[in-house]
């Protein structure tokens, strides 16, 4: 692609305020793209962007909103989840996934890319059928989408990274149940960003979706013991033969109260494991991950900078 065609489309970025959207657009804004965020409370990115990136108020429950900010738009990403709602994500997240659909279908948007939760085929927790409802969504109903699939996000702001870090920092011995076992495959943000910036520009004709993971598969356990041997720190784990997510989440309301609403959905995330089973996303895309190790190392030196990043 020109650097010229590049300067000419307009890309949309939903969830700007969001975790993953608040670390995509400053990359898109050195690779020159024109972008345009939509933001429920865009008082919150005042002053956060480069001064040519567009700001438009909108709620993707408001479909107004959406035809305004979808106008004239190349590629949208939708990075929206309700997970820290309090009212039925599941519904807040299929309409808004079946509005976006619709309004970019209308308003000639070639391209939507959605980064998404990886899942297994059976037993899904609510969190992650929603996750998979969403982009069936934008897919059958919408224009064509790209969707990625990921699991544990490592990076510092990233909600299931920031748990096991809280766990780490405040406990010295923990009882581990069953789902501090199960494997995943995490992934770096910056990794995630490069799939979600090459997904611009990527040949495919109509829809497709993307597993992408690190190269290896962790579990949350793993995790948490590399987290304190980066710090430094020691830590004894317990483990109990049962999954209990009663206790757990009792568990997270005493130790990490900040996490516990959504690290609740996150432990009953982990009832599957959740890891690339399709590997075609190494072979369309030339991101080669980082493994546990150096991404951990990195989102611990990065933290001071992320940090202003992230509201
Ligand atoms: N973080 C991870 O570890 C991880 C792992 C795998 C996949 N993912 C996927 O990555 C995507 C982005 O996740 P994230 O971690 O960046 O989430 P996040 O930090 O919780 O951000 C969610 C974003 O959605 C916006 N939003 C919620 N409801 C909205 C609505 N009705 N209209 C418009 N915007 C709305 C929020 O805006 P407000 O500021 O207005 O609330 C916020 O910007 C999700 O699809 C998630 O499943 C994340």
């Not at 919150?44 to 909108?58: H, K, M, N, Q, W």
């Not at 939507?112 to 939760?117: A, F």
């Not at 910056?190 to 290896?216: C, K, N, R, T």
């Not at 049962?242 to 996490?259: G, K, N």
């Amino acid at each position: 692609m020109s650097q010229d065609r590049k300067k000419d489309r307009l890309v949309l970025v939903t969830g700007a305020s969001g975790y993953v959207g608040g670390r995509l657009v400053p990359v898109l804004e050195e690779r020159g793209e024109r972008v345009r965020c939509l933001a429920r409370n865009p008082q919150y990115l005042a002053g956060r962007f480069c001064s040519d990136t567009e700001i438009v108020a909108g709620d993707v429950l408001d479909r107004d909103s959406l035809r305004v900010a979808l106008e004239g738009v190349d590629t949208a990403y939708y990075l929206v989840h309700s997970m820290g709602s309090r009212a039925n994500f599941e519904e807040q997240d299929r309409i808004g996934a079946q509005n976006f659909a619709r309004v970019a279908l209308q308003q000639g948007v070639r391209r939507v890319i959605y980064l998404g939760g990886l899942v297994g085929d059976s037993q899904l927790s609510s969190h992650l059928a929603s996750r998979r409802e969403v982009g069936s969504i934008l897919t059958s109903e919408g224009p064509a989408t790209l969707e990625f699939r990921a699991s544990i996000i490592i990076g510092s702001g990233s909600l299931s990274f920031e748990m096991v870090r809280s766990l780490v920092n405040k406990l010295p011995i923990m009882i581990t149940p069953s789902w501090v076992r199960m494997p995943t495959q995490p992934i770096a943000i910056e990794d995630v960003i490069a799939y979600l910036i090459q997904g611009l520009d990527v040949e495919e004709e109509g829809s497709a979706v993307f597993e992408i993971g690190g190269p290896q598969q962790v579990s949350y356990g793993g995790l948490m013991r590399e987290y304190a041997r980066q710090i430094g720190v020691r830590r004894l784990m317990i483990p109990v033969p049962f999954l209990s997510p009663r206790l757990s989440s009792l568990w997270l309301w005493l130790v990490t109260p900040l996490y516990a609403r959504v690290g609740k959905k996150l432990i009953d995330s982990l009832r599957n494991e959740t890891v690339v089973r399709d590997g075609g996303a190494l072979d369309r895309f030339p991101v080669r991950p980082l493994n546990v190790r150096q991404a951990m190392a990195r989102a611990l030196e990065e933290e001071d900078r992320e940090k202003a990043q992230t509201r």
